[in-house]
Every structure is written in structure tokens, then in C-alpha cells.
């Protein structure tokens, strides 16, 4: 009778199992599905794995197991390699108590300037120069965000990796997680590819054509007649000593023709007259002339894809886009909370990263991204939106050209 019990009990558990895995296998499928990626099941009711290309990158989500018997524990893997290696070899992970001992024997940790993410994340890597001029402020935003989320992850030059304990069987967290590390990717080929622009000789020369295009005019200086003279003037001719009048204090008294005293009477008058005057405080500059909101499409066009001049970009948002109102709507990548951001001096809030529009460019497309800032108390909300369409409603306050990014301070 107890032999009965112990294999109706092992039954039971390896059915309960079998419907368990089977559950998990449809989660990843569907996750598959919505990502527009392959799934391939496991064998012997093992969970299988995700795989293929999401715009450009390379796919991989598994699970793997660590340790034996009753010690044994399971995770999952998410790693995505770049379409394009970084040019510049690193290693990004989270700080933790062995990196900060590791630290204090010698431990490499290239540190940025910006303390809210070197006291976050430990940054490795053969060039310390390259990798600092990597790490712009919204990648290193977009590392932050990831690091303070996922504590075992490894940046690399090649790929992003992000581990985490137990096996994901939510489509939903599945497909958040992909995406929210396509995005990061995102962010980091188009650093790479700054990065390569300021190295490359094509990219110093396209600087100094932009330098060359604006034209500097001499100021307008007053006539000092202690300075050199001007090349075309004549030296004045020399004055026997003999002549020169060696009494200062001798004034030669000059008789003015009558016709003129009385001008010199009136300009007198007039002289005393202005200094009573007292010039009234100018008019404040009027508003823009138009209230209308921009529409941020209209405005990405404009500034990075008719432009072809960073410099010529940045003098053209001074001048017509800077703290406008802008409307339209874009894909939301990523959102992450921050307590500094050199974009947005002295707020506190949450980013959010959205694809607003895709330009023509001379070798491939421009990809137009908007961060906008939003109160705390959106964070939820927003994260809850992420991979979908996101309104846009705020003012204009910067942009980088070289980037192809808008800042928008949301409403």
C-alpha cells in the first residue's frame, strides 16, 4: 500500500511539473510571437529559448541551471549583441562589496565625473580616454537605468547581458525586458557612432567646413592713435625741433569766424539739455510671434535632416525652436528615473526615450530620438507603455544635433 502512495505521489508531482513547463513554453512562445522572434522548446520539458534579430541586434533569451539536487537553482538569460561592436573595448557591470574591495588593491574603475553614476556602475576598459568619450550623459543615463534594475549585468563592447534569478514565465516581462535592452542598444550605437565621428578624419574635416561656413566679421573698434598706423596711411612728416613749441602752458588763443559761434551756442545748449534728460527703461522684447505649438516632426526635419550642419542646426533652434511648445507623438524605448541630468539642471523626475521619426540620410536613416521629462509620479504609468505610441506635449529646451536628439520638458 505504501509503494502505491509513493508512486502516486511521484506521479503527481511529475504531472503538476509537465503542466507547469508546458504553461511556461506557451508564455515563451507567445513572447516570441509578439517580438517577432523564434522559439525553439526544449527537450525533456525544458523551457527552450528565444532567438533571432529584433532592428538589427541579436537575439538570445535562456534559461540554465546552476548547482545539483536540492542546492540547484535556475536562471534566466537575456543577451543582445550589437549590430555594430563598439570601437572601443569595455566592461560595464553593477558596484557591489568585492568591486569595492577589488577597488581599494588596485582594481581598474574609469570614472566619468558624474557622481551618480560612478558610484553606481564599474567601468573597465584598455582605453580609459576612448571609453570617457564614449559614456556621453544619456549613455550613461541609459546604463544607469539598467544597473539600478537588473543587479547582475554586464555591459560589454559587443553585447549587453542581464541575468536573473528563477525562470521568466510571463510573456509580458518577457517581451518588456527585450525591449527594454533594444533600446539600450540603441543608445549605445549611437554613441559609438559619435564616438567615431570625433575620431575619424572625415569627421574633423566635416567640423572645420562647419566652422568655415559661419562667418566671423572684425568688431567695429574705435580709432586708437596710439596703435600702428594703417598700412595705406602716410607716415606724417617729420617737425624740425626748432619749431616745436616748448611751453605748455602758452595757449595760442584762435579767433572763431562769427558764422560758427553761433552753432557752437546751440550744440552747448542742446549738450546740457540731453544730460537732464533722463532716457526712459526699454520695452521688454515681445513673446514670440506665434503660440501655436510646433509639431516635433516638423521640427527634427528641419533641424537634422535639411540642415546637414550641426553648427547651422544649433544657430537655427536658438533662434526659432528654443523654448517653443511642441506637440506629436513617438515610440516610447525606455524609461528611467534620475536625480541629475545635465540637460535638465536642477530637476529631479523621470526621462523617458522616444523614437519620434525616421529621416533619410546620406548612408542610412536618421533616427530621431525626443527625451522628455516627466513629474515622479509618472514613473509607473509610463513604464507600463513602453514598446507602444506615446502623445508628446511639452516645451523645447535643447537639442544635439550630432545625436539627432531633442529635451522636451513635458507639461
Known sequence: MGFFFILLVVGAIIFFSIKTSQAAQEQWRLAGQ??????????????????GTHNGHRVMVTTFTKGSGNSSS???????????????????????????????????????????????????????AKVQQLLTPALQSAIRDLVVTFSDIRVAGSHVEITRSGRDSDADVIVHTVRRLAGFCEAMMEAASRLEAIQSPEGASERKEELEEIEFEPPDLPYNPFSTPHPVVPDPPLIPVSTIDTDPLEDEVLEMPPEYAGELAVEEAEAKTDQAIVEPEPLPEEAHPSAEPIDVVE?????????????????????????????????????????????????????????????????????????????????????????????????????????????????
Do not use: W
Not at 522572434?37 to 532567438?51: C, F, H, K, R, V
Not at 570601437?87 to 562589496?97: E, F, K
Not at 536618421?366 to 509610463?382: F, G, Q, S, W
Open 74 to 128: 535556475r536562471y534566466t538569460r537575456y543577451r543582445l549583441d550589437y549590430r555594430h561592436s563598439v570601437p572601443v573595448d569595455l566592461m560595464i557591470r553593477r558596484q557591489g562589496m568585492f568591486q569595492e574591495v577589488g577597488k581599494n588593491f588596485g582594481m581598474q574603475d574609469i570614472e566619468t565625473g558624474n557622481p551618480d553614476f560612478d558610484n553606481i556602475a564599474l567601468v573597465q576598459g584598455s582605453d580609459p
Open 34 to 51: 509578439r517580438l517577432k522572434l523564434s522559439y525553439q522548446p526544449g527537450n525533456m520539458g525544458s523551457t527552450g529559448e528565444i532567438q
Open 299 to 411: 521640427a527634427a526635419r528641419v533641424l537634422f535632416g535639411d540642415s546637414g550642419s550641426s553648427l547651422l542646426a544649433s544657430r537655427q533652434f536658438e533662434e526659432e525652436y528654443k523654448d517653443r511648445s511642441v506637440t506629436g507623438s513617438g515610440e516610447l524605448l525606455r524609461v528611467g528615473r534620475f536625480s541629475y541630468d545635465p540637460v535638465f539642471p536642477n530637476e529631479q523626475g523621470v526621462k523617458a526615450t522616444l523614437l519620434i521619426c525616421q529621416l533619410a540620410g546620406t548612408y542610412s536613416k536618421i533616427k530621431v530620438i525626443a527625451e522628455v521629462m516627466y513629474p515622479h509620479e509618472r514613473y509607473d504609468d509610463l513604464t507600463a507603455r513602453v514598446g507602444g505610441v506615446l502623445p508628446v506635449s511639452g516645451i523645447c529646451i535643447g537639442q544635439d544635433a550630432l545625436l539627432h536628439r531633442l529635451y522636451i520638458k513635458a507639461h
